[in-house]
DNA sequence: CGTGTGCCATCAGGTAAAATTATCATAGGT
DNA sequence: ACCTATGATAATTTTACCTGATGGCACACG
């Protein structure tokens, strides 16, 4: 009789995520039919109604949204369990899904996977690299384990712990001759042509915050993919953009760029990572955390051998 | 791969349970093979080792007691769900499985019964009469939804309501005189013998703790199994006893039995539900609460009308 | 006013999973 | 040395579940 399968929730859902029969299955990898056959006995088994079938789409009852979070919940622990078996053997081996912010991405990875796979060759790491929204809502999805992105992140059900302090520098065409400023500040930003990444990136908007621009009317709708293209851009002579420390060694190679620090106080951004709240995967999140951390310390090292004052 | 499932989970918590593959078998109502396929397949999906295969039982792994853990919290929350589920329709719809201890069953539960049946008349009701130990290890085994008995139940996923206050009044024979006296002490009882229920009933506990006797020793070894017999002893001249208040209109009805109260401070009992925490039946407790008081109410009443002082 | 489209239910068939019964292997206890 | 208890294994049957094809229905659109 009431013989409720894990599977049978994990349809539900995925249907109740979905609100759509179709691609729900789709998201479980099954077929239509098995889904809605599931669903039905789940129906029956509870007895009661989850949801009504209409056209153009679904609609959870009352009861149904409330056995979707009570379902949700339960696939968490069950998660959980998993993971924690599976992960219990030895500090980072197993399956890892890394998940990195795009302007993080390509300047922390090249120093840090070396070490990961040198350190744990265990380890079979997947890497995700995205903006933060997108991130975040894979790891509370449980497609994620664990997050290197810009705190803080505000999620209820994700922990984060912060690992090194990113400065942001002003970024400029060598070319512009400054009279031996060293020195940038606010105003001279809005002297010139900010370049942003496109919407989305949270660099944009942090670099929107300390400019106290709300809007970006001030600044150009461009709104670039990479921050190379963003260098490529300054050097070029279209304008300034604002330039995280980390970035400094990669970028400002063999390119036509002056990067000056600002004035204090310094704007920043504190990098970490991120996971969710019930992983029982500490250990794993601790042993990253300070491999992250070498790597930050050798990202930074070459960032000031790039720019010898 | 990581294909766990929850009857997977069921029957590891079984063994866990019962530290055997034969009797976790029987618990689940399958076959031991069934039962020894099943951990093998999810040893196998969690990659790890759960449990220790010994001739003369098993042991688990340390790693297959965390899981042990995890697996009845997963289990638990799955009940709760379907609990959920199954009674969100109405109050007091479907089944439920009541627990009553020995010493209140038979007063409370005639007047009870017929006012369930009849305000209730959609509610399947399993009853079960036992002792408060294995009343509370079923309670939260999931193998009773409410309990009915003496407060306070101390295990911490357990939430109890009072109900009603029941007192101990001094039952004697009717042969003995007693010249007038309307109350009775502690030491009239020390002054006969004591006749109680055997070990294991809360009853013969809080008699025993009221008359200051840690031990058994001035009382009779002879442990009756009902209040009854108790009663037809004590009417035989064998001893006294200490009678619920609930008792008397049905133990003292044509039996040649005195029944005095106690001086004040009178010694009592706390009568009340007991629950799972985490259950979702809330709405079905106060229900039955609420009945339950009733059915106390006229209980009580029949108790004086017994004794018309 | 039909016709097409999107959506979910149903059906039939095959395959995989899991149960049962029966049997085996081994370590202890006597 | 034998018996017993315990869990693993084997063979078979039963059950569960998925796929692919089909059906029905409401709504949008020509």
Same mark, same amino acid.
């Given at each position: #009789?009431?013989?409720?399968?894990?599977?049978? %929730?994990?349809?539900?859902?995925?249907?109740? !995520?979905?609100?759509?029969?179709?691609?729900?299955?789709?998201? =479980?990898?099954?077929? @239509?039919?098995? +889904?809605? #056959? @599931?669903?039905?006995?789940?129906?029956?088994?509870?007895? *009661?109604?989850?949801?009504?079938?209409?056209?153009?789409?679904?609609? +959870?009852?009352?009861?149904?949204?409330?056995?979707?979070? !009570?379902?949700?919940?339960?696939?968490n622990d069950a998660r959980d369990l998993i993971d924690f078996a599976q992960h219990s053997t030895g500090v980072l081996s197993g399956s890892l899904r890394f998940g990195?912010?795009?302007?993080?991405?390509?300047?922390?990875?090249?120093?840090?996977?070396? /070490?990961l !796979?040198?350190t744990y060759?265990d380890l079979?790491l997947?890497?995700?690299?995205?903006?933060? &929204?997108?991130?975040t809502?894979?790891l509370v999805?449980g497609?994620l384990d664990v997050l290197l992105l810009?705190l803080?992140v505000?999620h209820p059900d994700i922990e984060t712990r912060p690992i %090194?302090?990113?400065?942001? %520098?002003?970024? /400029?065409?060598?070319?512009?001759?400054?009279?031996? !400023?060293?020195?940038?500040?606010?105003?001279?930003? $809005?002297?010139?042509?900010?370049?942003?990444?496109? $919407?989305?990136? =949270?660099?944009?908007? &942090?670099?929107?915050?300390?400019?106290?621009? @709300?809007?970006?009317?001030?600044?150009?709708?461009?709104?670039?993919?990479?921050?190379?293209? *963003?260098?490529? #851009?300054?050097?070029?002579? +279209?304008?300034?953009?604002?330039?995280?420390? *980390? =970035?400094?060694?990669?970028?400002?190679?063999?390119?036509?760029?002056?990067? *000056?620090?600002?004035?204090?106080?310094?704007?920043?951004?504190?990098l970490g990572l991120a996971w969710r709240k019930s992983s029982p995967r500490q250990a794993d999140f601790n042993a990253l955390a300070a491999l992250v951390a070498e790597?930050?310390?050798?990202?930074?090292?070459?960032? $000031?051998?790039?720019?010898?004052?």
């Open positions: #009789m009431a013989h409720v399968t894990l599977k049978q %929730l994990k349809y539900f859902d995925a249907l109740a !995520r979905e609100q759509h029969f179709g691609r729900a299955a789709d998201a =479980c990898a099954v077929t @239509q039919p098995a +889904l809605s #056959m @599931q669903i039905q006995e789940l129906e029956a088994s509870l007895g *009661i109604a989850l949801v009504e079938r209409t056209r153009s789409g679904i609609k +959870l009852t009352p009861k149904g949204a409330e056995i979707a979070v !009570r379902a949700q919940r339960l696939l990195v912010i795009p302007s993080v991405a390509p300047y922390l990875l090249p120093p840090l996977l070396p /070490m !796979r040198a060759p079979v997947h890497l995700r690299e995205t903006q933060t &929204q997108h991130l809502d894979e999805e497609k810009a803080p505000k %090194l302090e990113d400065r942001f %520098l002003l970024a /400029m065409p060598q070319s512009k001759n400054l009279s031996g !400023r060293v020195r940038a500040t606010k105003e001279l930003i $809005e002297s010139d042509r900010l370049l942003l990444l496109e $919407e989305g990136h =949270c660099l944009r908007d &942090q670099a929107l915050t300390f400019c106290s621009l @709300q809007q970006v009317d001030t600044v150009n709708t461009f709104g670039a993919t990479s921050l190379s293209t *963003i260098v490529e #851009m300054v050097s070029a002579g +279209l304008g300034i953009t604002l330039l995280p420390e *980390i =970035c400094v060694g990669v970028e400002s190679r063999s390119r036509d760029l002056k990067v *000056i620090p600002f004035a204090e106080p310094q704007p920043s951004r504190t790597a930050g310390k050798i990202t930074l090292k070459r960032a $000031e051998d790039a720019t010898p004052a």
